[in-house]
């Protein structure tokens, strides 16, 4: 939602998606979502720059491994940056800008077989959640959207917002994103 706000062009063009897919002020059904690949391609570039759980959870190494020049040893806790991984110029094209349109017309999931873009873990750990978790996801952050018109609390500008985050276990914003509704 930060992001969309911070961002007044893609949340123009969400919007004008879903008028169009779904009527002004309607609610967002699941049947909907596979209408709806910009709301699609802003979760997925949310979860490139901002995966809620940065590391994952940390793995144990079973055995003695090789890994591009590195050596593992056997019980090494191993922590897998996946907010680094989503940072990567090297697979991302300007890796700071919020632009969903580069998952328009893409393959890329958030299953865990596209390892450039893994909020959810992958393998045999994978989140047994993400089903459930990537449905509500368009249904809230839609329902939001097509629901009210939004103005930024004291009037600030979307420049001005403060977009740090605050690492831990799981990552949030450092100062909660304050929003106002209006009712359309
Ligand atoms: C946007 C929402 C969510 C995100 C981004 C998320 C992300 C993650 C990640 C990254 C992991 C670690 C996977 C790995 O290390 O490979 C994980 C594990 C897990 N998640 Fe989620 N999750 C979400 C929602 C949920 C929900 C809704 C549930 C339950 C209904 C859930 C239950 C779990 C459980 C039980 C594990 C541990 C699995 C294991 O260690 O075997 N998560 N999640």
């Known amino acids: 939602m930060a ?15 879903l ?9 967002i059904e699941e049947s909907d979502i596979n209408s709806l ?18 590391l994952l959870l ?13 050596h593992v040893p056997e019980g090494s806790q191993v922590l897998v940056n996946a907010w680094a991984i989503g940072r990567d110029s090297s697979i ?13 017309g893409s393959e890329i999931d958030v299953k865990g077989r596209d390892f450039g873009l893994i909020p959810f873990g992958a393998g045999r750990r994978i989140c047994p959640g993400l089903p ?9 952050l839609g329902s939001l959207i097509n629901s009210f ?24 914003m450092a100062e909660p994103l304050q929003a106002i509704p209006v009712v359309i």
């Open 37 to 54: 690949p910009y709301l699609q391609a802003i979760i997925k570039e949310t979860f490139r720059m901002h995966p809620a759980v940065p």
């Open 3 to 17: 992001e969309v706000l911070q961002n007044p062009h893609v949340l123009l063009k969400v919007k004008k998606e």
């Open 58 to 70: 940390p793995r144990r190494a079973g055995s003695n491994t090789d890994l591009c020049g590195f």
């Open 92 to 104: 991302w094209e300007n890796p700071s800008s919020f632009m969903p349109e580069r998952f328009l």
């Open 19 to 27: 008028d169009q897919v779904i009527g002004k002020g309607k609610p």
């Open 149 to 172: 018109d939004w103005k930024l609390e004291g009037g600030i500008s979307p420049k001005e917002m403060n977009m740090e985050e605050k690492f831990g276990l799981t990552v949030q």
């Open 132 to 140: 459930l978790a990537n449905r509500m996801l368009y249904l809230m």
